[in-house]
């Protein structure tokens, strides 16, 4: 599903350049459930962002199910990033002035679709992950992990095929962490999500299948 | 996806509270201002729209050129040139003249009203006409003909507004009669016509009589070919649809050689022709002479839509600085909407449209604000415009389009700002406030400022100059003068009833007649020159026919002989008593005795020889706009020769002797309304076109400086609030609370002084511009900048201080604690 060949990123300091990423070669299949590991300042964040389409490579190659992503337009970026991506952000990123029901439904709108699926889906995931109650709750009236409980609902909701979560608990106490971890292994045992996490914590890699280790901008 | 944006749009502008409030009252205020100015200038621009072949009318215009090179511009013409222009000339179709009285301003009404009671009231702006009037102006007619009411001699044409107030319903005055008197005597004239006199005109009339009554009448049959003398006509011209202005007044030195040269080197000056076409009549402020109505120049509506422009230009900034300013928190909301799949067009739809929607509600504001304070501007300005005229469809949706155009204006910078982010970039936190948006927002706020600073150091010189006016010595008495306007026969010559009547009175210093006194224009004039030189040499003198008692009545100051007096039988036939310019004007040295010397006036040959007999001090009879013009007195023997009764009183009760000055009128003129008025009044009505430009400065110049402050107030908000972990640490490691609220003011305290440096210049010239217009005026002095300079900063400053005392006196543990 996710193939990285020989890629590199990099940003001019002065007259040399800071390598952020050096010539990474990867693969992650449909279906996997993957932790990026590694010290910080390792480059694993952009590593993910290039992924997620966020950030585009200064040098390499990256097929997203096949297609050459490098090669593609701003619109058909912004298609994946439609119908095929959802992010999980460490500071979850729900936007203040819409409620837990309005920040689930925005992605649908950027689908196009019809009010009445939106209504369903949103329903159906508001229902799946228990959080009914909490739908005209404003985030600043929900603790951390009901945010990223919301973060998560939003970022499934558009039914994407892979999810890119960077540290998605790193904000989080453990209890609220593990519960949040739980949750993505049922969706990537489930629902065959393929799930690309960032993560600091060993105990969080245990919940995937597979650890990609990161230091210098290396795969080790 | 539109309620979406919608919702999150309300939300921030409720979450937000004081920087929506900042924002929407700043646009709000401005486009009310706006509104109301753009409105004014409407109503400027609306004069004499109402006629239906308007452009073909125009107004003759003369110079008047001396032989000494001295140019004066008018727009009054001898009385044959009317209907000798119309025969010469074939491009004009129709003539007409128009004759205001200057002797009599308040004419007399007698009627009988819809009650069956007798009325008498005075009644003013009447005006002589000829009966092709309204062949040139076609006013719309409510009731009776055009066409013939004025051919009947005895006709009058009112006013819908005067007919109204006469007769309660103006189709009702038609046919009613009506006495009407005035020193051209008592006529009974019968209503012909009413006009409709809701729209503006220059001529600004509430009534027009033929030109066949009393003197007038003779004069106009007996002086079909005097061409140089006798200017007191307003001559108007109806072309013929294919004639054009400048082939017309290609024609004119032609004529004026063919009729007018023989008379011309008889009286000793040359007349040049021109045309002012009807529409620019209103704005012919360069002609100082008197156009009926008051004129204003076109700079001054420059000026004031520049003001218009400036106050939401203004309000447009505050928006955009806010919005810029405040982009980093909804940086975070573009990254999120981002990564979901918002493209950059749907980003940019969404704040223009969030932007448009706040200029919408400050716009629905505008509307209200401006509705509830119509009557105060309408107050400022001595404009009526009703509410009417600004629910006016074609208003509301101008400006409703303007205001939107402003809010695209206003969110396109944040919109394409906003969408430009990195989504990477934002989510990193790695924001947001680029060199080129800091240096964006500082050089509006300069703008701003040199607007403020500009605004009222111009206040300031007006201020002074207003004050200056009011308190210069005029060279004669203003206060404690009564001024009893003479309207009729009977008055007139009962002139000395009055003045034995009062003499007895202990608090009347002095009772006199006069043709004219400072406060009326003084129409009256004649060429002077003295024993050695010829009519060539003839300098214009303004003249003044007065009793014996008139200039000490006035309190000018008698430099050389003495004033006049009944005991001289020489004063009513050769005495003269001329100012310092008069003295001057003859060519002799400041200060020389002229006391017995001779001068003498030309008229068609004859020459008349006067003796000067007195010298007074230079007094400001006109305004000090004007300079100190030769001036004369001649002594008028004839107790009915007077316009005016002057009563000088020594008492501050004036309302006290009012009373008494009532009475005693009323028993001496039983069937005459008693009316009044101070000179002091009169003489400041000069400087009512300046008060109301002061006023208007000083109104729009404030509400620009709340704006601006306003807006500086949300920028050190927002700019504190950012920085309120750095001021906690800072507080931490023991900076005071002076050195933090320095810090904070600091950046914006110097853009003030910026702006300070770049306004004064600009100032300077605009407002010695302003200042050019007056003849006896104020300098523009080093202390004026430095109390506009003190004032802005003292406002920016305090507008700073507010926010940055409050951060600085923050508990550091909680600003740090809220990261």
């Known amino acids: 599903m996710i193939q990285l060949h020989r890629i590199s990123k990099y940003y001019p300091v002065g007259f040399g350049k800071n390598e952020v990423l050096k010539d990474v070669d990867l693969s992650i299949q449909e279906g996997e459930f993957v932790s990026i590991m590694g010290p910080s300042g390792s480059g694993k964040s952009t590593l993910l962002h290039i992924m997620g389409l966020l950030e585009e490579p200064s040098a390499g190659e990256y097929l997203f199910q096949y297609d050459p992503v490098h090669k593609l337009s701003e619109k058909k970026r912004t298609e994946l990033h439609r119908n095929s991506i959802g992010f999980v952000f460490q500071a979850y990123h729900l936007i203040d002035e819409l409620t837990v029901y309005e920040n689930i439904e925005t992605p649908l709108l950027y689908k196009n679709m019809s009010s009445a699926e939106r209504k369903s889906r949103v329903a159906d995931i508001l229902d799946r992950f228990n959080i009914v109650a909490k739908k005209d709750l404003f985030p600043n009236q929900l603790s951390g992990g009901q945010q990223q409980l919301v973060g998560i609902a939003r970022a499934l909701v558009a039914e994407p095929r ?56 290396k795969v080790v | 996806m539109l309620f979406n944006y919608i919702i999150v749009a309300w939300r921030n502008l409720r979450r937000n509270k004081l920087f929506s409030a900042i924002n929407i009252m700043g646009l709000a205020i401005g486009l009310a201002c706006c509104m109301a100015l753009v409105l004014y200038i409407f109503n400027e621009l609306s004069y004499d729209k109402q006629f239906k072949k308007g452009d073909q009318i125009y107004l003759l215009g003369t110079d008047f050129i001396r032989t000494s ?50 009325q008498s009231v005075f009644q003013q702006r009447g005006f002589y006409v000829d009966s092709t009037f309204f062949d040139v102006f076609d006013y719309k007619f409510i009731a009776g003909n055009p066409q013939n009411a004025l051919q009947n001699p005895q006709g009058l044409v009112l006013s819908a507004t005067l007919a109204k107030n006469l007769y309660s319903n103006p189709v009702n005055a038609l046919g009613k009669v009506i006495e009407v008197e005035s020193n051209m005597g008592k006529y009974s004239l019968t ?111 420059y000026i004031l839509g520049s003001i218009a422009a400036f106050l939401l230009v203004i309000g447009c900034i505050n928006f955009m600085n806010l919005a810029t300013a405040r982009s980093a928190k909804r940086a975070a909301e573009v990254g999120v909407r981002k990564s979901m799949g918002a493209t950059k067009g749907a980003l940019i739809k969404q704040f223009i449209g969030e932007s448009m929607m706040i200029t919408f509600i ?36 101008s400006f409703l389009l303007l205001s939107l155009l402003t809010g695209v204006l206003a969110g396109s910078y944040p919109a394409f700002y906003l969408s430009m982010f990195k989504p990477v970039e934002v989510l990193k936190g790695k924001v947001v406030n680029n060199y080129s948006a800091i240096f964006l927002r500082k050089g509006l706020v300069v703008f701003q400022f040199i607007i403020t600073i500009c605004l009222i150091l111009a206040a300031l010189v007006i201020q002074m100059q207003m004050k200056y006016l009011q308190e210069a010595p005029l060279g004669f008495n203003k206060d404690q003068q009564i001024i009893l306007p003479l309207q009729t026969e009977y008055t007139r010559s009962h002139i000395n009833v009055i003045k034995e009547a009062l003499r007895n009175n202990s608090q009347v210093e002095q009772v006199a007649g006069t043709q004219f006194y400072p406060g009326v224009t003084n129409f009256g004039d004649f060429a002077l020159f003295n024993e050695g030189q010829t009519v060539k040499d003839a300098k214009k003198f303004s003249r003044n026919w007065v009793d014996e008692n008139f200039l000490e009545g006035l309190g000018v100051k008698l430099l050389q002989g003495r004033l006049f007096s009944t005991q001289y039988k020489t004063d009513s036939l050769t005495s003269l008593v001329i100012n310092e310019a008069g003295v001057r004007a003859l060519g002799y040295k400041q200060g020389e005795n002229v006391i017995g010397k001779k001068v003498y006036a030309e008229w068609h040959g004859e020459r008349e020889q006067m003796e000067i007999v007195g010298v007074v001090k230079d007094f400001h009879f006109t305004s000090l706009h004007e300079k100190i013009e030769p001036f004369s007195f001649r002594f008028e023997p004839n107790s009915d020769g007077y316009n005016y009764c002057l009563i000088h009183v020594n008492t501050t009760d004036i309302q006290g002797f009012l009373r008494t000055l009532e009475s005693t009128w009323n028993r001496i003129y039983p069937m005459e309304p008693f009316t009044y008025s101070m000179l002091s009044d009169d003489f400041n009505r000069y400087y009512s076109a300046d008060q109301r430009t002061a006023s208007i400065v000083n109104v729009f110049g404030t509400i620009a400086i709340v704006i601006s402050c306003l807006g500086l107030f949300g920028l050190v908000a927002f700019s504190t609030q950012q920085r309120t972990k750095e001021i906690g640490i800072r507080k931490v490691l023991g900076a ?26 600009l100032a300077y010239w605009a407002m010695n511009t302003w200042l050019n217009d007056f003849a006896y005026k104020i300098k523009i002095e080093w202390w004026m900048y430095v109390v506009t300079a003190v004032v802005a900063l003292l406002v920016a400053g305090l507008t700073l201080s507010y926010q940055s005392i409050k951060a600085a006196l923050l508990n550091p543990v909680k600003s740090i604690k809220a990261e």
């Not at chain 1, 609220?176 to 993560?199: C, H, P, R, S, W």
């Not at chain 2, 044959?80 to 129709?94: C, D, G, N, T, V």
């Not at chain 2, 002076?738 to 770049?758: E, H």
């Open chain 2, 362 to 397: 400050a716009f629905g504001i505008a509307v209200v604000l401006l509705i509830c304070v119509l009557p105060l501007f309408n107050n400022l300005t001595g404009k009526q415009i009703s509410v009417l005229q600004v629910l006016d469809w074609k208003i509301l949706v």
């Open chain 2, 736 to 761: 005071s609370v002076t050195q933090i609220v320095t810090l904070l003011s600091r950046d914006f305290l110097k853009l003030v002084v910026l702006a300070i440096v770049i306004a004064c210049p």
């Open chain 2, 69 to 118: 090179g001295d140019k004066e511009s008018g727009v009054s013409s001898s009385a044959p040139f009317a209907y000798a222009m119309k025969s010469e000339l074939p491009a004009i179709a129709q003539s007409t003249r128009l004759f205001r009285d200057p002797a009599s301003d308040k004419i007399l009404f007698r009627y009988t009203n819809q009650n069956n009671v007798q």
């Open chain 1, 162 to 217: 892979v999810i890119f979560a960077d540290e998605p608990t790193g904000n989080l106490h453990s209890s609220q962490a593990k519960e949040i971890m739980e949750l993505f292994k049922e969706l990537n045992t489930k629902d065959g999500i393929t799930i690309v996490q960032v993560t600091h914590s060993d105990i969080n890699a245990t919940f995937g299948n597979r650890v990609i280790n990161i230091a210098d901008g």
């Open chain 2, 191 to 301: 209503v012909t016509g009413v006009f409709d006199d809701s729209q503006l005109n220059h001529i600004g009339a509430n009534f027009f009589m033929p030109m066949t009554m009393g003197w007038i009448a003779e004069f106009v049959r007996s002086n079909q070919v005097e061409f140089a003398a006798n200017n007191m006509f307003m001559t108007y011209f109806r072309l013929h649809e294919n004639a054009t202005r400048e082939s017309l007044e290609k024609l004119l030195p032609g004529f004026i050689e063919k009729y007018a040269r023989k008379d011309l080197t008889v009286i000793g000056f040359d007349k040049r022709l021109f045309l002012i076409p009807l529409k620019e009549i209103h704005f012919s402020a360069d002609i100082k002479s008197n156009i009926l109505t008051p004129t204003i120049t076109k700079k001054y509506l």
